[in-house]
Structure formats: C-alpha cells, structure tokens
C-alpha cells in the first residue's frame, strides 16, 4: 500500500507541476480565457437554457465537471485503486494494473458526473474542490470575442445556426 502511495503521490505531484507550468507560458494565457469562456458558457447554458453574450458574463471562469477537475480526480481514483492492486511485481500484475485504466477512468467520470446531482452536491464537495482550486490555473476572464466564440462552438454542438454579427 505505502508503494501504491508514493507512486500515486508522484503522479498527483507531476500532474500539478505540469499545470503549474504552463500557467508561465504566455502563450498558454490566451487557451486558458478560452477555457474560461467555455465554463462561462456552458454555465449560463445549463442555467437558463440559453447562451448569449450578455447573460455568459454572469456566471464563473469554473466549472464542476471541468476535464481538470476530472485529471485530478483520475490521479485520486487510480491511487486508491492502486492500493488495493498491491505492488506490481510481475509482468501479470502489470497487467492487471493496465486493465484496470478504463475502470478508473468510468468510475471518475461518474464520480464528477455524481458531483452536478442537487441531491449529492453537498456530499461531493470536498471532492470537487480540489479541482476547482486547480481550474484557478487554467481558467482565465475571456473577452467579448473569446465569449463569442464559446457560445458558436455551443450552437454548432447543439445544431443551432449561429447568427453573423
């Protein structure tokens, strides 16, 4: 277990020095107001059923079910479960290890999808937050255009025409 640990701890470090890493690259600061933009949109989407430019400016630059959120929570699912697994000693526990990827990866996306449910968002707090704290670093105010641009992608996904302005 004390392996499973260190290792994950490893990789929970690498993943944070990472973000924080780019968070220096200037040229990073731009994708991370579209990220932000992004959040903004699908926020007021989710809220009022609707995106426009104006109503986007209300809402937050995070999001709960931020894939930062869900890296983080992959690393903490997968330290868990690799504890369980014991230490990889043969080529067979390397391989159990390996197949238990795609479960790691299902239970963290239904844990994140878990923490927008009303009835256990309060129960999921202390599991989201973590991510929050770290979409700090890769979230950024968007402009106007960058706003403008979110809420586009949002209409094409949705299959909406997007009006010219």
Known sequence: MIFNLID???RLVFLVLYIVLITRWKEMRRIFEYHGAEH???S???AEGRATPEN???YSTLHTRCSTSFLLL???VSILVFMILGRPDSVGDKIV???FIPI???VSYELLKLSANPVARRYMAPLVWPGLFLQRLTTKEPS???IEVAIAALDACLGHKTVES
Do not use: H, L, Y
Request: hydrophobic share 60%.
């Open 40 to 42: 903004m949109t699908i």
């Open 144 to 146: 106007n255009d960058q």
């Open 44 to 46: 007021a989407f989710e």
């Open 104 to 106: 790691i990866g299902g």
């Open 97 to 99: 290890r390996f197949a």
């Open 8 to 10: 994950g701890v490893i």
């Open 56 to 58: 986007v400016r209300a």
């Open 74 to 76: 992959v690393v903490v």
